[in-house]
């Protein structure tokens, strides 16, 4: 149980960091995805080192929590990065060509496409070493 809750803590205290390294300041930025740093890589990378510091590098939790890692961190970083740039392009093909016929809903519907919703590599590869980092530091003050 020490595991779930040091890697759920590693997750809100990215989303915490997002509402200062993200501008402007948006206060529904700590339940919303994308931005600075990946809590989705934090949290997984935290997992994954627990596991691996508990049981072992070689162990079968560490390699099926490493692939589930890689999974979830490839995801953040590519899939979903690439969804965000599609919902610019459609907003910007939206507001263009007027498709919605009354003018206050194609505002509407163009705001309703999230563009920020996957991550830069270097937000990923931050959100990992905080998630390593926090985990290491929990086995630091366990001892």
């Known amino acids: 149980m020490e595991i779930l809750c040091i890697s759920l803590l590693s997750l809100f205290v990215t989303q915490f960091l997002k509402l200062f390294l993200n501008r402007p300041f948006y206060i529904k930025r700590i339940i919303s995805t994308g931005g600075m740093p990946s809590s989705h890589a934090a949290f997984v990378s935290t997992l994954s080192t627990k596991i691996a510091l508990k049981y072992g ?20 970083g590519g899939l979903r990065r690439n969804v965000g740039q599609q919902a610019s392009i459609l907003k910007k ?6 498709l919605v016929e009354k003018e206050e809903f194609r505002g509407a519907v163009a705001n309703d496409l999230k563009e920020l919703v996957g991550h830069t590599p270097f937000e990923v590869f931050v959100g990992v070493l905080l998630g390593i ?7 630091f003050c366990r001892n």
């Open 93 to 98: 093909i939206i507001n263009y060509f007027s």
């Open 133 to 139: 980092a926090i985990a290491l530091l929990s086995e």
């Open 57 to 76: 590098f070689y162990s079968d939790a560490f390699a099926a929590v490493a692939v589930f890692s890689s999974i979830i961190i490839y995801d953040a």
